[in-house]
């Protein structure tokens, strides 16, 4: 070696790569040094990236305990290839490989990383030109993942994607059937089990089902598989499998919102009519069954249309609230409570006997009497109760148990309100 190259600094043959080098705290994961491509290729300045961290910069490693765990894995293996995406400064993503090893230096435990641009290394790959290639390369970018199965002997090609989402390297993730299975959340697993063997016994002509994966971070997401034989041995059995996976948590969050929604009053968050008649069927169909006690009681608020026509409806609104709170402090954890329409409410109390709802009506009451009121600028406001119970027989459905709760509710108001009337069985 020349002897200008002996006394050369460091820092100018590692400005010289075109690899992005960084030097890692391995307990924070914070950037110590870098060379000149590694904040250039990020649009960033030297000050600038040692500001950073793998948490933010590394958008596939979600949080310390995450990187604690990749921590240990490098730890262990002393070299650890991880495929993902770097944070530019303008918002866009770099596809990456980064190869990350442990050393230590004066007693201190350090992680060096080179991290190569992966998207400049695509383009120019030349067995990427056949056509074959190219559609398994973009499946592979544009699905959430691919997996092979060869069904003989057990043995399960994972991608890099599939491995990238659930927060793995692509070294990682032993290449077994149970490598997935035991990810399954357990409620999904005997579902996927079916749905898989139906198809290998030839009941469906391909395999789909969604369920819940565990990833690293011991967190669920929904995902979306579905697969297909693709190869079978001389006897027509099964031999290879192939699937695709997508990552569907986004959309289940979504539609759980909007099931929220349609089952939810928008103003006190009870439950509404259509989704409380359902659940109250529900519960009047296991007392049926069980020969238990129920009571269902209809609850109206008094001279409401005074409220809105006084205070307006902003304070008509804010009544409905204050009221469907009391009315939920006082329900037991059994008990159903849903709004009606307009200023009503029904509750169900499951083995509850007329004497019990007697007590439980009174307690109503006294808390609408006890509240307080000024906090919104109204009046004391009362209600007016009408409720109903099964007999002995044990074989009133809904609609009778209802429609004898409306009639003791009407009775109730035309008493005078502000009590509790429980309707007897020979006004009907």
């Given at each position: 070696m020349p002897e200008e190259f002996n006394q050369l600094n460091l820092n100018i043959l590692f400005n010289h790569m075109e690899d992005s080098v960084y030097l890692l705290d391995p307990e924070s994961s914070n950037i110590l040094w870098c060379n000149r491509s590694a904040y250039e290729e990020l649009g960033y300045k030297k000050n600038e990236i040692l500001n950073h961290s793998v948490l933010s910069l590394q958008k596939h490693v979600i949080g310390l305990p995450q990187w604690q765990e990749v921590a240990e894995v490098i730890?262990?293996?002393?070299?650890f290839t991880f495929l993902g995406n770097h944070q530019h400064k303008n918002g866009g993503d770099i596809s990456v490989e980064v190869i990350t090893t442990v050393f230590e230096h004066q007693n201190r435990e350090y992680f060096l990383s080179v991290a190569r641009n992966i998207g400049k290394r695509l383009k120019h790959e030349d067995d990427l030109q056949s056509r074959d290639q190219r559609i398994?390369?973009?499946?592979?970018?544009?699905?959430?993942?691919?997996?092979?199965?060869?069904?003989?002997?057990?043995?399960?090609?994972?991608?890099?994607?599939?491995?990238?989402?659930?927060?793995?390297?692509?070294?990682?993730?032993?290449?077994?059937?149970?490598?997935?299975?035991?990810?399954?959340?357990?409620?999904?697993?005997?579902?996927?089990?079916?749905?898989?063997?139906?198809?290998?016994?030839?009941?469906?002509?391909?395999?789909?089902?969604?369920?819940?994966?565990?990833?690293?971070?011991?967190?669920?997401?929904?995902?979306?598989?579905?697969?297909?034989?693709?190869?079978?041995?001389?006897?027509?059995?099964?031999?290879?499998?192939?699937?695709?996976?997508?990552?569907?948590?986004?959309?289940?969050?979504?539609?759980?919102?909007?099931?929220?929604?349609?089952?939810?009053?928008?103003?006190?968050?009870?439950?509404?009519?259509?989704?409380?008649?359902?659940?109250?069927?529900?519960?009047?169909?296991?007392?049926?069954?069980?020969?238990?006690?129920?009571?269902?009681?209809?609850?109206?608020?008094?001279?409401?249309?005074?409220?809105?026509?006084?205070?307006?409806?902003?304070?008509?609104?804010?009544?409905?609230?204050?009221?469907?709170?009391?009315?939920?402090?006082?329900?037991?954890?059994?008990?159903?409570?849903?709004?009606?329409?307009?200023?009503?409410?029904?509750?169900?109390?499951?083995?509850?006997?007329?004497?019990?709802?007697?007590?439980?009506?009174?307690?109503?009451h006294k808390a609408f009497e006890e509240a307080n009121w000024q906090e919104l600028d109204l009046p004391k406001q009362t209600v007016s109760i009408g409720v109903s119970c099964n007999t002995e027989s044990f074989t009133e459905d809904f609609e009778t148990l209802f429609r004898q709760a409306d009639y003791a509710l009407y009775q109730a108001k035309k008493n005078g309100r502000n009590q509790t009337l429980f309707c007897e069985e020979q006004s009907f």
């Open positions: 730890r262990k293996e002393k070299s398994r390369f973009a499946f592979n970018e544009t699905s959430d993942g691919l997996w092979e199965w060869e069904i003989t002997t057990g043995h399960v090609f994972f991608s890099p994607q599939l491995k990238k989402i659930l927060g793995y390297g692509p070294d990682e993730m032993l290449p077994s059937v149970e490598t997935w299975s035991d990810n399954i959340h357990p409620d999904d697993l005997e579902g996927v089990m079916q749905s898989i063997n139906d198809h290998l016994e030839d009941k469906y002509s391909h395999y789909e089902h969604e369920y819940r994966l565990k990833n690293r971070n011991g967190h669920y997401l929904w995902v979306h598989d579905k697969g297909k034989i693709c190869e079978r041995d001389e006897h027509g059995q099964p031999r290879i499998m192939v699937g695709m996976v997508h990552n569907i948590t986004k959309l289940k969050q979504l539609e759980n919102q909007l099931e929220n929604l349609a089952s939810e009053d928008f103003l006190t968050k009870l439950p509404n009519r259509r989704c409380g008649e359902i659940k109250a069927n529900a519960l009047i169909e296991q007392a049926i069954q069980h020969k238990q006690h129920l009571c269902l009681a209809m609850i109206d608020l008094d001279f409401f249309k005074t409220v809105n026509d006084e205070f307006g409806h902003h304070k008509g609104d804010q009544a409905l609230e204050f009221s469907a709170d009391i009315l939920q402090k006082l329900m037991r954890s059994a008990d159903l409570i849903y709004r009606w329409g307009g200023e009503e409410f029904v509750c169900l109390f499951p083995n509850t006997t007329i004497d019990e709802a007697t007590q439980v009506t009174a307690r109503i």
